[in-house]
Every structure is written in structure tokens, then in C-alpha cells.
């Protein structure tokens, strides 16, 4: 059945750089749009990136805009958030998620990976 697995979370120090990792089996991400997702305890899921699958436009959340970059790598066929001068509070626990319909700022996504936790702290 179709996968979606993330990894590369960890604990990280403020002003650090971390690189998640979307991979994806029985699924080509190439042609799905991709969202990050992440959830904080005691807070609803909320997306904070997406990439397109109609034109590979990229969207980025106020609060990380700047910071973190969404890309595609088709050869893996894997989406890469890589995320840079982090704050204690992108602490949380980060999700991928993908369809092949929906428009980027959309919650309604198919699949979703099982998350991984990211700490950021001194």
C-alpha cells in the first residue's frame, strides 16, 4: 500500500539547521502536491510548507518563511524540508503529507507519513 516515510528529526540548538525528509513507496511524489506539516503538544496540526504538483510552486508559512525550503529530488523521489536558524518554538513533531488534487493550502491531504520530533533546545 502507499507509504509516505519521514525522517531526519532530532534535537537541534537554537540558530541550528536541520533536514527532514519525505519518502514516499507505491507513489510518485512528482506528481502529488507535498505539504509540511507539524504539531505541537497541545496544538492542532498546521501546515507550514507545500510544493505544487501542477507547476512546482512553493509556498512557505509566515512563521517560517525565509527560514525553511521545500524541495522535490525526483531521482529519490523523496521532498526535503530544510530548515535553518530554528526557534524553540518549530519544536514539534513534523508530518509530510500528499495528494494528487489538492491546491497547496489545503488540510485535506490522502496520505501522511507517521511524523518525526523535532527539538530545538539549548
Known amino acids: 500500500q502507499v507509504q509516505l516515510v519521514e525522517s531526519g528529526g532530532g534535537l537541534v540548538q537554537p540558530g541550528g539547521s536541520l533536514t527532514l525528509s519525505c519518502a514516499a513507496s507505491r507513489l510518485t511524489l512528482h506528481y502529488y502536491t507535498v505539504a509540511w506539516f507539524r504539531q505541537a503538544p497541545g496544538k492542532k496540526r498546521a501546515g507550514i510548507s507545500c510544493i505544487s504538483n501542477t507547476d512546482g510552486s512553493t509556498y512557505y508559512e509566515d512563521s517560517v518563511k525565509g527560514r525553511f525550503t521545500i524541495s522535490r529530488d525526483s531521482a529519490k523521489n523523496t521532498v526535503t524540508l530544510q530548515m535553518n536558524s530554528m526557534k524553540p518554538e518549530d519544536s514539534a513533531v513534523y508530518y509530510c503529507?500528499?495528494?494528487?488534487?489538492?491546491?497547496?493550502?489545503?488540510?485535506?491531504?490522502?496520505?501522511w507519513g507517521q511524523g518525526t520530533q523535532v527539538t530545538v533546545s539549548s
Open positions: 503529507a500528499a495528494d494528487p488534487g489538492v491546491s497547496c493550502g489545503s488540510e485535506w491531504y490522502t496520505y
